[in-house]
Structure formats: C-alpha cells, structure tokens
Antibody
Framework: QVQLVESGGGLVKPGGSLRLSCAAS????????MSWIRQAPGKGLEWVAY????????YYADSVKGRFTISRDNAKSSLYLQMNSLRAGDTAVYYC??????????WGQGTLVTVSS | NFMLTQPHSVSESPGKTVTISCTRS????????VQWYQQRPGSAPTTVIY?????PSGVPDRFSGSIDSSSNSASLTISRLKTEDEADYYC??????????FGGGTKLTVL
C-alpha cells in the first residue's frame, strides 16, 4: 500500500535551517508529482511547493520562495524540502503528499517543525 | 490570485445530508479543478474528492462533489451522515500561475 513517511522535523532557532525528508513506498515514485503542504498549529492547510516527475517543473508558494528548496531522488523514492532562513511563521506540521500538478491523492502523517529561540 | 471562502462551521444530525460550499473570489470556478480533503481531529488529511467530482477508491459514494458556475462555487455533499464524518473539510484549487489555493476549512459537527 502507499506509504509516505516524513522525517527531519524538530526545534530550530530563527534564521536556522532544516532539511525534511519523505520516504515513499508502495507505488512507482517517479510516476507522480510530489508536494509539501504545511499546517500551522490550530490553522488551515497551506500549500508550500510541488515538483514534477523528473524535477523539471517546480513551483513554490510566495511565502517560501527563495528560502525553501524542494527536490527528489527517484532512485531512492525520496522527496526533500530544504528550509533556510526559517522564521517563527514557518512553525507547522509539514506533510508530504503524492498526486499531480493540481491535486493530492495520498498524504503522509506529517512532521512538526518548530521555529523558536 | 483568488481566494476560496468556506463557511467556518456546519452541523447536522446523523442520517441527514449536509452541503459545504467553497466560493471562488475571482475568475471562474469552472476554469480549474476543485478538490476536497477531510481531516479528522489529530489526523493527517485524506482526499475525498478530486477533479470536481471524482472519488478516490475507498471513499464511500455518500460523498459527492459539484460545481455551480452561477454562484462561482464548488460544493461537497455528504449524505446519510455518520458520526465518523465529523471532521474539518478543505477545498483546494489552483491558479493560472500553477499556485495552489486552499479554502480556510469548514468544521463539520455531526450531532
């Protein structure tokens, strides 16, 4: 069955960096677009970024553009999110998700990122 | 860019039918597919409708999606309500710049 397992979350100081990973299994990873979605505590869902099958198409939300980098390793069935210049407003649960350039069909369980001094 | 506006909360009794709306602020709702996601308390979201009215495998046919161009809105209808349907529901679409937009979410209470 489809599994998406995020890791790499934790506590980081403002201005710091963190790299999230998502290990995918149970499907042909290179056949799908992949996305990162986040949810601040007690708030709604916010799209962060998505990446095409071969990483030739990448889009970011304006709130993270220039600070976050999405990437993938199809040989390892893994998705990544490099987060730099982190701010308090980036505190959220980050979800890895499978789908297309316009929808998600499977979600991971999420990893919590807390930005605080 | 546009916004998707959802009611903050709705409530209905078990066995009844409820409809959650998602209104697009600018541009036509029919221009870009609308998706619906369910998030039960303490859990990750799951997909209940994609591409306006398509149900992923495993989602019961009690869940249906529709588009109304006259009101520029999408709707999620859940019939024969069960207590397990109590959750937050989010609509999502995308714009011409390939950026995704989520609605603010609707809390469904089944009482």
């Amino acid at each position: 069955q489809v599994q998406l397992v995020e890791s790499g979350g934790g506590l980081v100081k403002p201005g710091g960096s963190l790299r999230l990973s998502c290990a995918a299994s149970g499907f042909g990873f290179s056949d799908y677009y992949m996305s990162w979605i986040r949810q601040a505590p007690g708030k709604g869902l916010e799209w962060v970024a998505y990446i095409s099958y071969g990483a030739t198409i990448i889009y970011y939300a304006d709130s993270v553009k220039g600070r976050f980098t999405i990437s993938r390793d199809n040989a390892k069935s893994s998705l990544y999110l490099q987060m730099n210049s982190l701010r308090a407003g980036d505190t959220a649960v980050y979800y890895c998700a499978r789908g297309s350039s316009w929808y998600i069909d499977y979600w991971g369980q999420g990893t919590l990122v807390t930005v605080s001094s | 860019n546009f916004m998707l506006t959802q009611p903050h909360s709705v409530s209905e009794s078990p066995g009844k039918t409820v409809t959650i709306s998602c209104t697009r602020s600018s541009g036509s709702i029919v221009s870009n597919y609308v998706q619906w996601y369910q998030q039960r308390p303490g859990s990750a979201p799951t997909t209940v409708i994609y591409e306006d009215n398509q149900r992923p495998s495993g989602v019961p046919d009690r869940f249906s999606g529709s588009i109304d161009s006259s009101s520029n809105s999408a709707s999620l209808t859940i019939s024969r309500l069960k207590t397990e349907d109590e959750a937050d529901y989010y609509c999502q679409s995308y714009d011409g710049s390939n950026h995704w937009v989520f609605g603010g979410g609707t809390k469904l209470t089944v009482l």
